[in-house]
């Protein structure tokens, strides 16, 4: 493969460890598409003649066929997929193919071929996370008005509605497509024509290059071309704060699906029974999306610890990107799906969360803030009127609206019987309605501006 200047062949074990034809043939695609542009490229400006070209351009062709039925034969002694490809090119063309690789590297082939495959990567999931968010809408549109105990710290904090929250994940994965939207731009420069790492003497049009491959411009230096993995990088710290946010959804999904919680059901198509407990349904998927996060993330410092201290420019090590990157394209792509269907499919249970928004005294606050409207308390001296309360209630084991005037009284003696409007799990949902609130109209407000947004 190296012409004159190796007398031998690598050791069975420098193939094994060398060769990664095993998971880069995945860039097949790409990696012809790069050398289309190239030898288009090479023919505009007199590198190659017309008919080299015309034949580089039909070989390649083949290659791709023979590819995509399953009848190339990918040989790990041929390294990569840019070799593997440009050998069977001139195995099958001849002379023309030998002047394919002419003012390129396997160094810009390889930033190319890679860029290119993960811009599509990253055109997919924002189509994934917008699916994702679709089905969050509808079911918050669905149960905007469907109280539910809003949590801090996990203890039951004050009441809220579950469109709120759903719609709490529907603004976090719409950073995520703002993040994934953001790498895509900075990916989206070409590093073909850098060669090596230095440029080339030939008169390559870096320009025509960048645009036949949908690159906004040429990278502006050789050296980093070749280098940058910046875009690999940025992809895996997308793709592992979107997996954390999944993480989260699954973790509150597993936890709502317990008989204690009871909150939600998932479908049968996303759980699994027990080999022994008969009455048990795990909620497996969700449990999947939360253990997945561990493999995303790992991928992301995985690549971080490869390039730490790598000189420049191009060093084998950074062979070590790919296989981080595909794995965790693959399963974030089958978790965003998952977990779309999840909720799509789960039944919501209005009647125990309504039951559980009122447990824990989560209408305290409101009982606060009408002593302060209706009173003229300051709110620290109805903080502590409502604490006293509480506690009254909890003596007597009742929940704060069957408390009687008297005993509210005996709190403060100024409390009236105006306060059970409020102490409702309703009425305090329905009273929060400062911009961006939990009431159920502002929820609805929420999801029309939402939808003219994201979808
Ligand atoms: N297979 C290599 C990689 O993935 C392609 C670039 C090889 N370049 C080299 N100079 N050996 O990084």
Not at 126 to 140: E, K, P, Y
Not at 260 to 272: I, N, R
Not at 422 to 439: C, E, H, N, P, Q
Request: aromatic share 6%.
């Amino acid at each position: 493969m190296w012409g004159g200047h190796f007398a031998d062949g690598p050791a069975p074990l420098m193939e094994q460890i060398n060769a990664s034809i095993g998971f880069d043939k995945r860039l097949y695609a790409h990696d012809l598409a790069g050398s289309r542009a190239h030898a288009r490229m090479l023919a505009a400006v007199g590198l190659l003649e017309a008919r080299e070209r015309d034949a580089i351009l039909a070989g390649l062709d083949a290659i791709e066929a023979k590819i995509e039925v399953g009848e190339f034969d990918f040989s790990p002694s041929l390294e990569d997929i840019h070799m593997n490809i440009e050998a069977r090119l001139t195995e099958a063309i001849g002379e023309p193919g030998r002047k394919l690789h002419t003012a390129r590297s396997r160094n810009d082939q390889i930033a190319t071929d890679f860029r290119l495959w993960l811009r599509d990567v990253i055109d997919g999931v924002d189509g994934l996370l917008q699916d994702l968010q679709r089905i969050l809408l509808s079911r918050a549109e669905a149960h905007h008005d469907w109280v539910m105990p809003g949590f801090t710290h996990l203890q039951a904090a004050q009441p809220v509605v579950f469109g709120h929250h759903l719609m709490a994940y529907v603004e976090m994965f719409g950073r995520d497509r703002g993040r994934f939207a953001d790498a895509r731009k900075r990916l989206n420069e070409s590093p073909l024509g850098a060669a090596a790492l230095a440029g080339t003497s030939f008169p390559i049009d870096r320009t025509a290059t960048a645009e036949a491959l949908g690159f906004d411009r040429p990278m502006a230096n050789s050296i980093d071309a070749v280098s940058d993995r910046d875009f690999a990088l940025e992809f895996l710290a997308g793709a592992s704060i979107t997996a954390i946010h999944l993480s989260r959804l699954a973790e509150e999904l597993v936890l709502w699906s317990t008989p204690q919680f009871g909150f939600v059901k998932m479908s049968e198509a996303f759980s699994s029974g027990s080999s022994i407990m008969p009455q048990k349904r795990n909620p497996d998927a969700a449990e999947l999306l939360r253990g997945k996060t561990g493999r995303i993330v790992g991928s992301l410092n995985g690549l971080l610890m490869t390039l730490k201290g790598l000189p420049l420019a191009y060093s084998k090590d950074m062979q070590e990107d790919k296989e981080p990157v595909f794995d965790a394209a693959d399963n974030l792509r089958l978790c965003l799906a998952a977990g779309t269907a999840m909720i799509e499919t789960m039944t919501v249970n209005r009647e125990a969360m309504r039951l559980a928004a009122g447990i824990g005294y989560t209408t305290a606050t409101d009982l606060a803030d009408w002593m302060v409207r209706a009173l003229g308390m300051p709110f620290r001296e109805a903080h502590a009127a409502t604490g006293r309360a509480v506690k009254l209630a909890e003596e007597l084991r009742l929940d704060l609206p069957e408390l009687s005037l008297d005993q509210l009284k005996s709190v403060d003696e100024r409390i009236t019987a105006d306060v059970f409007d409020v102490l409702t799990v309703d009425r305090s949902v329905a009273s929060r309605t400062s911009f961006g609130g939990t009431a159920p109209s502002c929820v609805l407000d929420a999801v029309a501006h939402a939808k003219t947004r994201y979808l």
